[in-house]
């Protein structure tokens, strides 16, 4: 067997888009596994039949992610053809849907539409309810189906030309003006669309001054969580239903304090998951709510605390699953509780009834007669699909057998700490070729959020230091989620409560475990987490060597250019950059940069709009100012999700650039 490598994590079989088709009898899903040559990420759709145990590929191009069943075949999307694929390089988006037979044979196209779409539903009369988004400057190709094919070919000419001449030039008149992972978003539009493939009628259906941000297809309803247009982007959703006969669209809710994760009709009712915020903020855990006659009522059970829909941390997942999921008359969510993604139900009434209760993440689910399927991750394995019945769980997939039969794993240990009478849950990774009386080289890893939480479950990073001989350690300090509410608020005390779970954590296990070298000890953490190491290093010389990444240095400029910047600060931070200033600059690791001594690495994606390359720019050279051993890499081309999902040389280069740095400086 080997150890880890920068490049192993091209080997892991990512799985998404669990899907189950109940009149086949079939699993479908995605399996994406990275592609060094190319730069990316290949996906393509497989079937598992439930009755002889078959695995099947269905397909074989790499680019499909994103499908459903419909009767006996598979509905795609995919860029195929060099056709497609040339329109795509010219930023002219359209979506290419495709079909395959569940019996085989080849994929057959159906149509092209001028839309991103991110979720579609097909009505019992073969028309197409769609959610999809598109710029003011492809507006026209909206039309692109009433033109005669010379007047298309100049159409899509027409807005090459003008893509071409506007490249250079952005012009925005709302806030936010960009958004992590799509690049400038004025202009966007999210509207729900019917289209009809035999007459190729493509009719919106709601209007441009909302942006539909959740739908749930309801026979001929769609009920729908969104936002107004406004100059400035508001958080609060309101509730409305689209009656898909006359396209008539009815609020039946508007708030100013709700945000949605789901809105659909549950045994005759409208049913909804969100937060009023009230509790903690943006953070407060979510409630289960029904609406009548425009008015709300909570009906979550008494002491009901916990997280919907979440994951424990992970760089090893790609893609999407189903969360959250009606199945007749139950609502099916998953709950982050502790260290463990578990399955749940509830009903209208508020029943709530526990599903699945193992250690680990399930990461996504499916619901059949008897059994239900989960993407999940169990003991330290990489993610597979489970079939659980009747409180036992059998593995019916071994995707990823191939990295624990030729690599080293180090199984995360877990403790439990006690810091002034609050329990926080702490991981430690020894290295895979662990001596006892040796004293070794420790890295504290921090999670983003803050509202995440660690757990057992693989984490190639930290399993990719343990094969370098590091022990890694972690935790979830105040802030994190899985304990509720109370536990995740820090609201105004970014750096004192959680600083100091973090500090004594680290001092704990430095106690406890005596291979544990504490002069050679490094910190490092991304987003929140990056925040964290620069406070950390402005605070204390505790550690010898810190990696800071994706980080938050100035709440005062993140205040007003990132793309959450304007609701997280007041939110989480409790102030403004006008009238609480002092305030944002105390909570700000800037200000500290005159105390650090540390060697410190910033590592920042160019393209990073949540936590904007500004930050790490201000930070780093503060450090250089005070005459600090600090370098920095940018990563041009990757944002925010750099390290999950980046493509896969800029995360072989961020990893290295991790490695090299503790390497040298401890």
Known sequence: ????????????????????????????????KGDLEENTYKSNIYTYDLKTKDLKQMTSIGSEKSFEFYKDDIIFTSSRTKEEKDLDKDGLTFTNFYKISLHGGEAQKLFSLPLSVSKYEILQDGTWLILGSYTEIQKDLLNIFKLEEDEKKKLLEDLKKKIEEEKDFERFGEIPFWTNGSGYSYGTYDRLFKFNPETEDLKAISPEEIRINVFDLVENKAYIAYTKKKDKEDIFEDL?????????????????????????????????????????????????????????????PEGFDYSIGGTVNSDARLGENKTILKDGKKIYFTLLDGINNHLYSINK????????????????????????????????RLQEIYKFREDKEERLTNFNDYIYDNYKISTPEHVEITNNKTKLDGFIVRPVNFEQGKKYKTILEIHGGPKTAFGSIFFSEIQYLA?????????????SDGKGDEFSDIRGK???????????????????????DQERIGVTGG???????????????????????????????????????????????????????????????????????????????????????????QFFSALKYFDVDAEMLIIKGENHNLSRSGRPKSRIKRLEAISDWFERKL
């Open 1 to 32: 067997m080997t150890g880890i490598k920068l490049e192993t994590f091209l080997d892991y079989k990512y799985i998404s888009n669990l899907r189950l088709s109940k009149e086949n009898n079939l699993l479908a899903f995605s399996i994406s």
């Open 240 to 300: 409305g239903i689209i009656n898909l006969e006359d396209f008539s669209l009815e609020n039946i809710f508007s708030n100013e304090k709700y945000f949605f994760y789901s809105v659909t009709e549950l045994d005759g009712e409208v049913f909804a998951i969100g937060t009023d915020m009230s509790v903690i903020g943006l953070n407060s855990n979510p409630r289960f709510f029904t609406i009548k006659d425009r008015e709300i009522t909570d009906i979550s």
């Open 349 to 380: 009434k508020g029943k709530l009834k526990k599903e699945i209760i193992l250690d680990g993440s399930i990461d996504g689910f499916q619901i059949g007669d008897k059994d239900i399927y989960t993407v999940a991750f169990r003991e330290d």
């Open 467 to 479: 094969n370098l001989g590091y022990v890694v350690i972690y935790t979830n300090p105040r802030g």
């Open 494 to 516: 970014y750096g004192s409560i959680d600083y100091d779970d973090l500090m004594y954590f680290t001092k704990e296990m430095v106690k406890k475990y005596d291979f544990i």
């Open 527 to 617: 987003s929140y987490g990056g925040y964290m190491t620069n406070w950390i290093v402005g605070h204390t010389d505790y550690f010898k060597a810190a990696v800071t990444q994706r980080s938050i240095s100035n709440w005062a400029s993140f205040y007003n250019i990132t793309d959450i910047g304007y609701y997280f600060v007041e939110d989480q931070v409790q102030g403004n950059p006008w009238d609480d200033y002092e305030k944002l600059w105390d909570n700000s690791p800037l200000k500290y940069a005159n105390k650090v001594k540390t060697p410190t690495l910033v590592i920042h994606s160019e393209n990073d709009f949540r936590c904007d390359i500004g930050q790490g720019y």
